[in-house]
């Protein structure tokens, strides 16, 4: 590969890290991928860690977090999974994607030990596992200050739990991955809460009574402090403003007010009060000696924050949104928020999902919100037929508010034309959703740009 430009070699980089086993399973070891590390120097030790686990909200928390770190003049690594677009968008700095030439120096960087821990082990490395031991390798190499990192798939077996975070964050919790992580939010719960380690500042988001109480039996058990969201910490007030939301936090060590927000939705308002409260703990040094983050840096940061694909106005005339909600959890949050701060006369759904998903509650959630829906095949190997996906949404729906469109630059059209049969381009729209692959790809149709 010496020979290869750029470009060509970073084709062949991610073809190698794809061709081994797909980030949507759990092997319950984290023996490979510490064996990794180990050869690599252990740089998952050397870095001041903020780890963020959860069903919904994790990737937006992320990046919440990392922005107002910034903000407060740190250098910053962010580990976030899966990618809209590229690979090397889940390893970033200060907020950007890693570079193209570092991301494969950092590859030949590991490279030779691959193959050797392989040997080592009965399943070779998964491709979580590389681009985890790719994201602490470049994070000690820079360095930085801090990395925000995003776990992959529930908590405890996860590549990123080899690391102790000195802030846990834990998100919203619901059904999701039970193949994986129980079939129900009681057991899903118990996987997630393994990030919560000793010692550490646990800083929890309102959860249903029996999902907190794992959480706190956790972190009673190793001894964590604990930060709950309407306890500790909180939303006070929301209100919506041109181009978001203004708000108004409850944080650990006072109330910051006049707070923009540039997303959309409750949701996106509560896992604000979520990132700000982790940043309060870890530049307080887990206690609250530091005092009250400054306001006018706090509201620079939020007022900067981005979160490609969740609740995204990506056009207009007609408005066509963009929302990665992939189950009936996130798809129920998702149409409140278009319920209450978008005022559509009239919505067109375009969806395609997973196999492995809840389809059936994803689209129970859509159907009060969606006027009409246009299912069509995501390009994953794990992707629904779209014949049985169909048969699902005419159950849901009916077959008069149904299309079949098989390629998603068509079913964009089709919606498009559905949306603006009402005549009232001001009040109609498009939403793309039920899945991540689709929501990256009608982004990049759309002309998104860097994420």
Not at 210 to 231: C, H, N, P, Q, T
Not at 426 to 431: K, R
Not at 436 to 444: Q, Y
Request: aromatic share 6%; net charge negative; no cysteine.
């Amino acid at each position: 590969m010496a020979d290869l430009t750029v470009s060509e070699r970073l084709v062949e980089v991610e073809r190698a890290i794809l061709s081994r086993t797909p980030e949507h399973t759990i092997d319950p070891t984290l023996d490979r991928v510490r064996d990794l590390l180990d050869l690599l120097g252990s740089p998952h030790r050397s870095t001041p860690l903020i780890h963020v686990a959860g069903t919904n909200g994790k990737t937006s928390t992320t990046r919440m977090i990392e922005t107002l770190l910034r903000a407060f003049g740190l250098r910053t690594g962010r580990f976030t999974s899966p990618h809209l677009h590229s690979m090397r968008e889940r390893i970033s700095f200060d907020g950007s994607p890693i570079e193209e030439e570092r991301f494969l120096a950092t590859y030949d960087e590991i490279a030779p030990f691959l193959e050797l821990v392989d040997a080592r082990h009965e399943v070779p490395l998964s491709f979580f596992e590389v681009l985890t031991a790719m994201a602490f390798a470049a994070y000690v190499d820079a360095p930085v200050d801090v990395a925000v990192v995003e776990v992959g798939l529930g908590g405890t077996w996860d590549a990123t739990n080899v690391a102790d975070g000195l802030v846990s964050v834990v998100t919203p919790i619901a059904v999701d991955h039970t193949r994986f992580l129980g079939s129900t939010v009681r057991e899903i719960a118990g996987e997630k809460a393994g990030i919560i380690k000793p010692g550490s500042y646990g800083v929890l988001a309102q959860q249903p009574v029996e999902v907190a109480e794992v959480l706190l039996r956790r972190s009673v058990d190793v001894d964590a402090i604990v930060a709950r969201e309407g306890l500790e910490f909180g939303v006070v007030s929301r209100s919506l403003a041109v181009g978001g939301q203004l708000l108004t936090l409850r944080g650990l060590t006072g109330e910051y007010d006049e707070v923009f927000l540039p997303l959309l939705g409750a949701h996106q308002a509560h896992n604000a009060a979520l990132a700000l409260a982790a940043v309060e703990a870890f530049l307080g040094g887990g206690h609250e000696a530091r005092g009250q983050l400054d306001i006018d840096v706090v509201r620079s940061a939020f007022a900067a924050v981005t979160s490609p694909g969740r609740l995204e106005v990506i056009r207009r005339s007609p408005t066509i949104v963009l929302d990665a909600a992939h189950n009936p959890a996130g798809a129920a949050v998702t149409a409140q928020a278009l319920q209450e701060d978008f005022g559509f006369n009239r919505l067109v759904g375009v969806f395609a999902a997973m196999a492995d998903k809840d389809v059936r509650g994803m689209l129970e959630a859509w159907e009060p919100v969606f006027a009409e829906i246009v299912v069509t095949q995501a390009t994953s190997p794990r992707a629904m037929d779209l014949d049985e996906l169909a048969a699902v949404a005419v159950d849901v729906f009916g077959a008069d508010r149904v299309e079949v469109v098989p390629r998603l630059p068509d079913a964009l059209d089709s919606a498009v034309a559905l949306a603006e049969d009402e005549g009232d381009l001001g009040g109609s729209g498009v939403l793309v959703t039920g899945s991540i692959v689709t929501v990256g790809e009608a982004r990049a149709l759309l002309g998104g740009g860097p994420t």
